[in-house]
């Protein structure tokens, strides 16, 4: 997997507000269509909990998880938002904006399948 820095859209935001660009084609026109959060009980721990939630379907909340199992994070809290481009992307193939938490910073990057 492939991390990417995002960039923001200038030409498509209102009142100076920036636009998150695409992560293939630059385009500003994306949609979340997704969302997964992953809650440590704390620093280190190896249970907390995962909540999910994904258009069409059911939301999720597991209680007492292995947080290893998908957390952006190999210590700490992490979230994945899915979103899909209106220029280049289909709903079933969304890309993954990731922001996790490691040693007092947040991490922000696209994944993206290589």
């Known amino acids: 997997m492939e991390k ?25 026109f994306m949609h979340q269509c997704g969302v997964e959060v992953f809650s440590r009980d704390e620093e280190d721990s190896e249970t907390g909990q995962h909540v999910s939630v994904n258009h069409g379907e059911q939301a999720s909340v597991t209680n007492v998880v292995t947080t290893a199992e998908g957390n952006p994070s190999r210590r700490r809290d992490g979230i994945k938002i899915k979103f899909w481009c209106e220029d ?27």
């Open 88 to 114: 280049c992307r289909n709903k079933e193939s969304p890309y993954e904006l990731v922001i996790r938490q490691h040693k007092g910073n947040e991490h922000m990057f696209w994944l993206l399948d290589t």
């Open 4 to 28: 990417k820095r995002p960039e923001f859209d200038p030409d498509h935001g209102a009142d100076n507000r920036p636009v998150l660009a695409c992560p293939a084609c630059g385009f500003g």
